[in-house]
């Protein structure tokens, strides 16, 4: 598997119709890359909606990631709908890194932060606001 790096959500970086286009698509729009942080903090970046269609996009790279890596940010920002099925995939990561003894923390946007709460999920992925609070949480946490 070729797994890409990016900096940012970009929605024509990977092929996304222009949002001024006639035409649809209906492949699942969904973007996944690692950065590689200092510190060997590894940052999931996950765009566009998590459901029962993406999931299967994003569960090859969570699998690579929480195998691969040492601690983890899980980077929602880019993420305005988590279903269920992407909360399953987070709670399986997050398992298979405490096992590894390694931190995940997520950033993610209001409306998926209370999807995470009210699940009860927030506890078990570290719940911030933005990346660099997430980063410094998980330093904090391994330090």
Excluded at 82 to 111: H, W
Aim: glycine share 8%.
């Amino acid at each position: 598997m070729n797994i890409e790096s990016f900096s940012a959500c970009t929605p024509n970086l990977w092929g996304w119709p222009d949002p001024a286009s006639k035409t649809t698509s209906t492949a699942p729009m969904l973007q996944v890359g690692i950065q590689n942080r200092t510190g060997g903090i590894a940052v999931l970046v996950v765009c566009g909606e998590i459901d029962i269609t993406t999931a299967p996009v994003l569960a090859p790279y969570l699998r690579k990631v929480t195998a691969d890596s040492g601690d983890l940010v899980l980077d929602l920002t880019g993420v305005p709908f988590l279903g269920c099925t992407g909360m399953a995939l987070f709670d399986t990561a997050a398992s298979r890194v405490r096992r590894r003894n390694a931190t995940l923390t997520t950033a993610a946007q209001p409306q998926v932060r209370r999807i995470l709460h009210l699940t009860g999920l927030d506890g078990t992925l570290g719940c911030c606001d933005t990346v660099d609070e997430a980063l410094a949480a998980a330093r904090r946490i391994r330090n």
